[in-house]
């Protein structure tokens, strides 16, 4: 899909072109210009040739977890990226993007990082992720007559890469999926994930825009962070969490904190109670993620996850356990990697 000269074209047509355009493309989820008969045939036949919107990729289903889907989307400059469906109970479905191919911040624990930094994907590159899965549950749905047809409901920048070291696309692919016009996401339904860039975190407090955020913190002192994620010898967790107070103050918002639980490594009684220290303020909460299997550690068993959340709890720290989907296919959090099976 490329419809970087959509405009150009555009241009010469009438303006009422333009809206319906946009309701073929971004509500409609037409896979071909064939498809949106109200246009000229001229005009359908340019725009197929100078704006494909063919998406070429390949999905992988999961056996266990029927609710986990990933597609490695091939893009113009054979360049791959992947993007996970999960499709909930009540039809709720929620879409993962990346925002980077690979990333440049390698945390300890994450196979993305460890795959290396290639590019930043610009905002048609990320909406595209969206757009297919929605022309992907169009499909599915519509076979039955008698179904709903289903639609994206969430979108969580949690894919590959990290979303504020691309900051201008990610707004711009932001302010494009919630405009009324083209895809008409609520900015509620959208999350951003950062590792912590506390530019990232103030440029977005100044955004009129009700997207939420979470915090990958993973530990409860500077030492431990370091070890794990690189970005902490940058930004200390004083710098860190002043930024998501100011946040906080700003859009009146709640924050999630995200702790991934690696066996022996942050997941004692006493980190729990170290993080619940640090944790103990208003619209702070935190959730817990089961470490996905990349190579260097182990899971937390999910006694102790329960047992770590219950001290939590206990010390006025609302605490989730985030549900896993997608393991056996690497759709997990931590696990896309953008490699094409051979
Ligand atoms: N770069 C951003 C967003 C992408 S990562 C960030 O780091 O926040 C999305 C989430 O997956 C983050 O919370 C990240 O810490 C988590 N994650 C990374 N590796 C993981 C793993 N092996 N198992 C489970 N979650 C992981
Ligand atoms: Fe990048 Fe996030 Fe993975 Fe860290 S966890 S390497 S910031 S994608």
Same mark, same amino acid.
């Given at each position: ?51 494909? %919107? ?15 889907? @990933?597609?490695?989307? *091939?893009?113009?400059? &054979? ?22 191919? /690979? ?18 994907? *610009?905002?048609? &590159? ?12 169009? @499909? ?41 016009? *083209? ?7 959208? =999350? ?12 977005? =407090? /100044? ?67 170290? %993080?619940?220290? #640090?944790?103990?303020?208003? !619209?702070?909460?935190?959730? !817990? ?11 937390? =068993? ?10 939590? &709890? ?21 696990? #896309? ?6």
């Amino acid at each position: 899909m490329n419809l970087s000269n959509l405009s150009k074209i555009l241009a010469k047509e009438p303006k009422y072109r333009y809206a319906q355009v946009n309701k073929a493309v971004w509500q409609d989820f037409i896979g071909s210009w064939d498809e949106v008969s109200n246009l000229p045939k001229a005009l359908r036949e340019t725009l197929a040739l100078e704006c494909p %919107l063919e998406i070429t990729a390949q999905i992988f289903k999961g056996k266990g977890h029927a609710g986990a889907l @990933k597609a490695l989307i *091939t893009l113009e400059d &054979e360049r791959a990226i992947e993007t996970v469906l999960i499709r909930q109970k009540e039809h709720r479905n929620t879409v993962c993007v990346s925002s980077q191919i /690979g990333c440049p911040l390698n945390c300890a624990f994450c196979a993305t990082g460890q795959f290396g930094f290639e590019r930043n994907l *610009t905002a048609e &590159e990320i909406v595209e992720q969206v757009v297919f899965w929605e022309r992907y549950l169009k @499909k599915e749905t519509s076979k039955n007559p008698n179904a709903v047809v289903e639609k994206v409901d969430n979108i969580v920048f949690m894919g590959m890469g990290e979303p504020f070291l691309n900051y201008a696309e990610f707004i711009k692919a932001v302010k494009f999926l919630n405009n009324p016009e *083209t895809l008409n996401i609520g900015a509620r339904r959208l =999350s951003v994930s950062t590792s912590g860039v506390v530019e990232g975190i103030k440029r977005l =407090s /100044g955004e009129k825009l009700q997207v939420n955020l979470a915090i990958s913190l993973h530990a409860a002192n500077d030492n431990l962070r370091r070890d794990l994620m690189p970005i902490a010898k940058k930004y200390a967790l004083r710098e860190l969490l002043r930024a998501v107070d100011n946040y906080i103050e700003k859009t009146g918002r709640r924050v999630m904190f995200e702790y991934l639980m690696i066996k022996n490594i942050n997941d004692t009684d006493k980190d729990a109670a170290d %993080l619940a220290a #640090l944790m103990n303020k208003p !619209l702070y909460m935190v959730n !817990l993620i089961p470490y996905n299997p990349t190579g260097q550690f182990k899971a937390s =068993s999910p006694e102790r996850i329960e047992k770590f959340k219950a001290v939590l &709890e206990k010390n006025g720290v609302p605490a989730t356990v985030r549900l896993s989907f997608g393991g056996d296919i690497l759709a997990a959090c931590g696990q #896309l990697r953008g490699k094409k099976k051979k």
